[in-house]
């Protein structure tokens, strides 16, 4: 049984992740933090990380970007894993992160669906493959209105992913609008679409000539990230210190 600390316990996604727990056997949310509370939730909730008094096996993250130095004291001090899935953080945060990860364990990812992680894995094949062919390389996201930053993270970890496996010689661009000529060969298109309640949406479009492959994910709703997260504590859990992400935990589920 693996016991977590839930940070940002009343949030959308602690609240998912939260039912979702709820029905997985091998986890328990111990405690939750968070800077207000109703008494609905089935465990005790602090406002803050130095009030907590529950023994954890990790913490998952899902609070404000602002207090994550507070949450990387804590875990430095106390030796605690984390599952770090607060998204916009600074370069300055980025390098603490860096920093906390000798003492204790961190995960972080861009995206927590084991579904995009594993997409993530079978693009670095299919550009091994196909780009030396020829084949162009085009992302489109779709994300709902309220999103406030595009392309999303996920697109640009994608575009990562393919770039870094190809050798990093790969430009992205983000609006042609402006330019009059034909695609050059090393770039990687991405188009960002927001609008209605779309949870997240993304393709990776290899075309070649008489042919597209498309490698597709959808997300319905906001459980896959907290699937995922559960999972990402699952795996965390006792590991040595360290900087971990989504494709460790894919690697263990597929040994």
């Not at 091998?26 to 939750?32: F, K, N, Q």
């Amino acid at each position: 049984m693996t016991r977590i600390i839930m940070r940002g316990c009343n949030g959308k996604m602690g609240q998912t992740i939260s039912a979702l727990a709820a029905e997985d056997q091998e986890v328990e949310i111990a405690a939750g933090i968070d800077l207000w509370d109703d008494g609905h939730n089935p465990y005790p909730v602090f406002e803050t990380l130095e009030l907590c008094d529950v023994e954890a096996d990790c913490i998952i993250d899902f609070s404000q970007a602002a207090r994550v130095e507070e949450l990387l004291d804590y875990c430095c001090r106390e030796k605690m894993p984390c599952v770090l899935c607060t998204t916009g953080l600074s370069e300055a945060q980025l390098q603490k992160v860096e920093e906390t990860s000798k003492e204790t364990a961190i995960l972080r990812s861009a995206n927590m669906s084991l579904g995009i992680n594993l997409l993530l894995q079978l693009i670095k094949k299919a550009a091994n493959v196909l780009a030396p062919a020829g084949f162009d390389i085009e992302i489109v996201e779709k994300h709902h209105k309220l999103k406030l930053d595009a392309p999303s993270g996920t697109a640009l970890a994608l575009a990562d992913s393919v770039n870094e496996e190809l050798g990093g010689g790969y430009e992205y661009v983000f609006d042609r609008s402006a330019r009059r000529e034909k695609r050059p060969r090393k770039e990687i298109g991405i188009s960002a679409v927001r609008g209605g309640t779309i949870v997240g949406d993304h393709d990776v479009i290899f075309a070649g000539a008489d042919e597209v492959v498309t490698f597709s994910h959808t997300a319905y709703s906001k459980g896959v990230f907290g699937k995922g997260a559960l999972q990402a504590a699952k795996f965390l859990a006792g590991r040595p210190a360290g900087m971990y992400d989504m494709s460790n935990v894919i690697e263990a589920v597929l040994s």
